[in-house]
């Protein structure tokens, strides 16, 4: 089936230094998402995208945090600067559309400690 | 805010037992949440194994079946003879049609042989 592929795996940061992190979404997918996992704890939306807009973010999404998809490429999170409570692992995830009946497909998600 | 609590794992159970694993949910955005069902199998991605979008319906798939009770808001995941493939992390999620998902924390269910 279709894949979000999530570029790297594992990263390991120093506290204070930038972090980027890539996904390559379903192919023609137009709606782009990050989801934030804490060890022991739930997913939490972080953003969705559109357009080259982001749509909504919630109040996870701190100000440190950035996304973009540069001319079609990957779907990017950033963090500039990175702080301990960023350790989890992040999911990205992309769908065709909105609405009812639209299906989500997510990747393995990117386990990111910061040091 | 939006809520899902489903059962504290994990769960441990013998191949061909009957399973049920509980989510009951809370929406304040929407009256009617989509609901759903993930699946995270060893080494793989989250992928969707259900979704119901109309209360009082039933989804099925691999065996699984979960039904919208608006009532009791709950969404139960039930099968009625488990296999060890069906080893797993599961997830109970909501959204309110806009996409953005309200997971639970997740059931880790192990199956025996």
């Known amino acids: 089936g279709p894949k979000v592929l999530q570029i790297p795996s594992h990263q390991i940061i120093d506290m204070g230094q930038m972090v980027t992190l890539n996904c390559d979404p379903v192919?023609?997918?137009?709606?782009f998402y990050w989801y934030k996992q804490i060890l022991g704890q739930q997913m939490e939306f972080l953003v969705n995208f559109y357009n080259g807009k982001v749509m909504e973010k919630s109040k996870l999404f701190k100000d440190q945090f950035s996304v973009e998809r540069p001319d079609g490429s990957y779907f990017t999170l950033k963090i500039q600067p990175t702080a301990l409570e960023d350790s989890a692992v992040y999911f990205c995830a992309s769908s065709s559309r909105t609405g009812s009946n639209t299906e989500v497909f997510f990747g393995k998600g990117t386990r990111l400690t910061v040091v | 805010g939006d809520s899902v609590t489903q059962t504290e794992g994990p769960v441990t159970v013998s191949e061909s037992e009957s399973l049920i694993i509980n989510c009951t949910y809370s929406?304040?955005?929407?009256?009617?949440?989509?609901l759903f069902w993930y699946v995270r199998y060893p080494g793989e991605g989250l992928q969707l194994l259900l979704k119901v979008i109309t209360a009082g319906q039933k989804g099925s798939s691999r065996g699984f079946e979960a039904t919208y009770n608006k009532e009791t808001t709950s969404f139960h995941l039930q099968k009625a003879s488990v296999q060890e493939s069906d080893s797993a992390v599961y997830y109970c999620a909501l959204t309110g049609g806009n996409n953005k998902l309200t997971f639970g924390q997740g059931t880790v269910l192990s199956v025996i042989p």
């Open positions: 192919s023609n997918h137009l709606y």
């Open positions: 929406a304040t955005s929407i009256a009617y949440p989509n």
